[in-house]
């Protein structure tokens, strides 16, 4: 993990709230759906001004820390924000301080095994401390580059 400097971004998506306790049972979890939904083919075909085909997905509105309640929004990055299709939100990621992680290899796994490393340096204590503000993954034809703020 190296900090970086992270730009500032706007990302058009669909969102939920849930927690990572939530998301370890198949009942409760939200993120399999929101996932399906955002790469159908031509999800946000109709979105104006987007910066490029990544998909984005930025982790804001956190609780506490890692075991609270957060948002996850996954959506395409814009240039400015257009008048939002149904259904669909804004969010502005600000530029901030990061630990930058390349995820490679088979996905999800490859990312849930990267998060659990980020818990891990959390909870050890490990330095940089994470801020909690808004963490951003960039989901790419090469992987995942997973910025987590601090």
């Known amino acids: 993990m190296n900090v970086t400097e992270r730009a ?3 990302v058009v998506g669909f969102a939920v709230r ?15 759906a929101l996932w399906q939904r955002a790469g159908a ?10 910066v490029d085909e990544n998909l984005y997905a930025v982790l804001t509105d956190y609780e506490s820390d890692h075991h609270g309640a957060f948002t996850q929004i996954v959506g395409t990055g814009v ?5 939002l299709p149904e259904g669909m939100v804004a969010v502005r990621v ?10 490679r290899g088979p996905m999800p ?3 849930v095994e990267s998060w659990q490393a980020v ?11 994470r801020a909690f503000t808004t ?9 995942v580059d997973l910025y987590v703020a601090v």
């Open 109 to 111: 796994q490859a990312l």
């Open 135 to 143: 963490d951003l993954e960039v989901h790419h034809p090469d992987g």
């Open 41 to 50: 083919p031509g999800a946000f075909a109709h979105v104006p001004g987007r």
């Open 18 to 32: 849930t927690t990572n306790a939530d998301e370890l049972d198949p009942a409760r979890a939200k993120l399999p």
């Open 79 to 83: 240039r400015t924000v257009p008048r």
């Open 94 to 103: 600000p530029a901030a301080h990061a630990l930058r992680l390349e995820v």
């Open 119 to 129: 818990w891990k340096h959390t909870e050890s204590g490990g330095a940089p401390a």
């Open 8 to 10: 500032e971004l706007v």
